[in-house]
């Protein structure tokens, strides 16, 4: 094979990051009066890193970026606004805030908690697709209380 026909994709892994801005993240959306799962599988086979079902209904998501890099080479997370009412990303205290899109939502966090930096863009979702939405979760709650 030709050098030159060689791609190589670096992927960046900060498990430890990713791992404390979740942790951070899940409670400070516990804070607000969300309930909060974690690798959350969406209908459209994604897995969203936290879901929120909040004291109204309203679900939200948040993806989870460990830095920079993470945030760069993955797009998918445009894939998970047709399962949410809003959608946020999560970050340490040490990534640049302008290089997330002014309708998501921006969470800065750590291990020990996170804060709102900005407010995510609220798109309701169809009554039906809610509700199957929460079924899902509740079930899926449920599920790993019992495995728990």
Known sequence: MAASALQIDLVFSRPET???VTRGAARLLGDMGYAPLLEVGLPNGRRADVMALGPRGEIVIVEVKSGVE?????????????????????VDPGFPHDLIESDCGLIVADQFGGAVVR?????????????????????LGAMRALRG
């Open 119 to 139: 407010e995510a863009t609220l798109s309701p979702l169809a009554p039906a697709r809610r509700k199957a939405l929460t079924l899902a979760f509740a079930r």
């Open 70 to 90: 993470d945030f760069r080479c993955d797009g998918k997370w445009r894939e998970y606004g047709p399962f949410c009412d809003a959608f946020w990303f999560a």
């Open 18 to 20: 990713t791992l404390a």
